[in-house]
C-alpha cells in the first residue's frame, strides 16, 4: 500500500498531474486564443481571463476528488448520473456519457490546429520542409514518444519544457515595461470595467474553452491522478482519504500557479502590442508570424527566433500531453459504453493504438481546413460549451459522498455561481450568433 503523505514538503513529491495538464493547456490556448483576445479587444477581457484561470480549477479538483474517493474514472463517475441512459453489454451508460463522447470530433480538430501552428513554426525555423511534411513529421515522432513512453517520463519532459516557457514569458512581460508598449494602471482598471465589444463574446467563450483547465483537460486530470497513485490501494479509513484529497489539492494550486503565470503574460502582449498594431484577425492568415510581433516589438528582431523556438516546443508539448490525454480518455469511452468488454490488458493495449491513431486524424483534419485559428476556435468554443455540464455534474458527484468527505460550503457556492454564469454566457453567445446585439 502506498502510504498518504502527511507533510505539505512531502505533498510537494507527488505533483505531477497538474505538470501534465500544463503541458497540455499552456501553448495552444494562451498562446494563440488569449493573445488573439488580447488583440482584437485590447484589455476588455482582462477581468475575463483571470476568472477562466481560477474558475475551472475548482471544478477541476472536485471531479478529481469524486475519482480518488470511489476509485472511478471520470467516465465510469459520469455514467451515475440520472436520466436515459443506455446498456450494452453489462455496461449501462448516461446521456452525459454520449454528449462528452460528441466532443471527440472538435477535440481531434483542435489538436490538428495545434499540430498545424507547431508545424508553421518549424516551417519558418527549417524551410526545407513544407508546413505539410512538417505536420506528417510531427504527427509520426507524437504517437512514436507515446507509443514507446510512459507516464513518468512524459512528466519529465512537460516539467522542463513548462518552467522554461513560464520563465521566458514573464521575462517579456516585465521588458514591456521599457518599450513604448509599457502598461499602464488605467489600461488594467480598464480591464475590470465590464466595458466589452459584444462582437468578440465568441472569441472569449473560446478562450473560456481552451485556456486554463478545459473540459478536456478536467476529464484527463482524473486519469493522471489515478495514474499518478493518488489513493491507490487505499483503505477505507477517512483519515488516509483526506490526506490524498490534500495531495491533489495541492497539486491543482501547483496546476493554478502555472496557469497564472503562463496566461496573463500573453494577454497581455497581445492587448499591449498587438492590438495597438491592429493584428486582429492575423494578416492573410499568417498567425505565427503576427504573433511573434509580440516578442520582436518589445525585444528587437532578434526575438523572433527566441519566439518561433519556443513557440515550437511549447506547441508541440501541447500536442504530446493533449494525445496523451486522449489516448486515456477514448478508450475509456469503449469501455464504460460497452462496445469493448474489459479484460486485464485492455486499456494498455487501447492506449498504444490510440497514441497511434490520434495524431494522425488530428494531422488530416488539419491538411483538409488547414487554418489553425478556426480549429482552435471549433475545440475551444465546444469545450467552453460542455463546461456547464462538467460543473453540473460536479455539484451532484461531491453530493453523493459522505459528508465529512464533501467540499466545503465556500466551494460549494463558487460552484453554483461559476454555473449559472456559464449558462448566461452561452445565452448570451448563441443570441449573438442568431439574433445579433
Known sequence: MIQAPKTFIQRLKYVGPSVIVVGSVVGSGE?????LLGAAAGFAFLWWVIFSTISKSIVQAE?????????????????????????????????????????????????????GSAAEAANILVPFFSPGWWVVILSL??????????????????????????????????????????????????????????????????????????????????????EKGYGKEVDANKGNIKTWIKVMQTDVWATLFFMVIGTLPFFILGAAVLHPLDLYPPPNGDLISTLSNMFTEVLGSWAKWMFLI???????STTLSGVAAQTRVLPDYLLVLGIIKEKKITRLSLTRAFACIVPIISGTIYFLFPNPVSLLLIAGIWAALVLPLINAV????????????????????????????????????????????
Open 31 to 35: 498562446l494563440v486564443l488569449t493573445s
Open 63 to 115: 471531479i478529481a476528488r469524486y475519482v480518488i474517493v470511489t476509485k472511478k474514472t471520470f467516465l465510469e463517475s459520469f455514467s451515475e448520473i440520472p436520466g436515459p441512459s443506455t446498456k450494452i453489454g453489462q455496461k449501462k451508460s448516461s446521456w452525459a456519457v454520449w454528449i462528452l463522447l460528441l466532443g471527440a470530433i472538435p477535440a481531434l480538430a483542435g489538436g490538428g490546429g495545434i499540430i
Open 141 to 226: 515522432v507524437t504517437s512514436a514518444i507515446l507509443f514507446w513512453g510512459s507516464y513518468k517520463s512524459l512528466e519529465k519532459v512537460m516539467l522542463t519544457i513548462v518552467i522554461a516557457f513560464s520563465a521566458i514569458t514573464l521575462i517579456i512581460s516585465i521588458a514591456i515595461q521599457s518599450t513604448e508598449y509599457q502598461v499602464s494602471f488605467d489600461q488594467l482598471a480598464y480591464g475590470f470595467s465590464f466595458d466589452f465589444p459584444f462582437e468578440y463574446l465568441a472569441l472569449a467563450l473560446a478562450v473560456y474553452g481552451y485556456t486554463g483547465i478545459n473540459s478536456g483537460e478536467i476529464m484527463a486530470y482524473s486519469y493522471w491522478c489515478l
Open 310 to 316: 519556443g513557440g515550437f516546443f511549447i506547441l508541440f
Open 394 to 437: 460536479a455539484i451532484y458527484l461531491v453530493s453523493k459522498l459522505e459528508p465529512d468527505l464533501q467540499p466545503k460550503l465556500g466551494i460549494k457556492v463558487f460552484l453554483w455561481v461559476t454555473l449559472i454564469l456559464l449558462v448566461l454566457l452561452a445565452l448570451l453567445v448563441s443570441y449573438n450568433v442568431l439574433i445579433g446585439f
